[in-house]
């Protein structure tokens, strides 16, 4: 598991569990500041590989992703640019989110992006497809948010105009995603899509 710690500012620690009653904690991966680190579900070529977003020790008013890989959890390099951002709802910064769902035809990554508007941050998220076997290659980047803050609570909260995708399950044999998002820094919801319909977007829309 991955979670933002603190270590003379906001850095990735990791952590593991056999049986969720005891965790142990390895050193954190990458020096400070960073955050947004997500674990690939499976080793690639031999290596763990993780994304994450360098930032600063504020409110970060920038930031694109990169990919590191490690032999044991411990030892961090050979990163790897993955994403920039771009204009419109992502023009500002953008993170990965849920760990990425491995099909077919790529690593389907929902991510967030972040635009600066008169009301300050709006967070939204998106998706885009990386290649199996160099998740650093983007082979589709969806040129439209899936989800932006529109009703109340997603607007109105502790961090106000917020989506953020937090974690996804996904059944395969139904190809029905469901997509847990914090709204407004505030609750968790639950949006659910179609695996088909999802690549469809991401492909017909890309950017790339």
């Known amino acids: 598991m991955t979670c933002c710690n603190g270590y003379h500012g906001p ?43 360098p930032s600063d020790n504020g ?15 411990i030892h961090w390099g050979e990163h790897r640019f993955v994403m920039g951002v771009k204009g419109g ?3 500002t910064k953008i993170g990965a989110g849920p760990i990425p769902i491995e099909t077919p035809e790529g690593w389907l990554l929902f991510y967030h992006g972040v635009l600066t508007s008169c009301n300050g941050f709006v967070y939204s998220f998106g998706a885009s497809l990386l290649d199996l076997e ?12 899936l989800l932006s ?11 106000p105009n917020v989506v953020f995708p937090c974690s ?14 914090g709204e407004a820094d505030t609750v968790t919801a639950l949006a659910f899509a179609k695996m088909n319909e999802v690549l469809e977007f991401v492909k017909s829309t890309s950017e790339l």
Request: charged share 15%; proline share 6%.
């Open 168 to 181: 996804t399950l996904y059944d395969q044999p139904t190809g029905r995603i469901a997509i847990y998002y």
């Open 134 to 145: 160099q998740p650093w290659k983007v082979l589709y980047l969806g040129g439209s948010y």
């Open 59 to 73: 409110h970060t008013a920038f930031g694109d992703f990169y990919l590191s890989q490690s032999p044991d959890l």
């Open 89 to 91: 709802w992502q023009s």
């Open 11 to 53: 850095t990735i620690g990791i952590g593991y569990t056999f049986d969720f009653e005891k965790f142990q904690f390895l050193e954190n991966t990458l020096l400070p500041f960073n955050c947004n680190g997500v674990l690939l579900p499976r080793k690639i070529n031999g290596k763990y590989l993780m994304l994450s977003r």
């Open 149 to 159: 803050p529109q009703t109340y609570y997603e607007c109105i909260g502790d961090v």
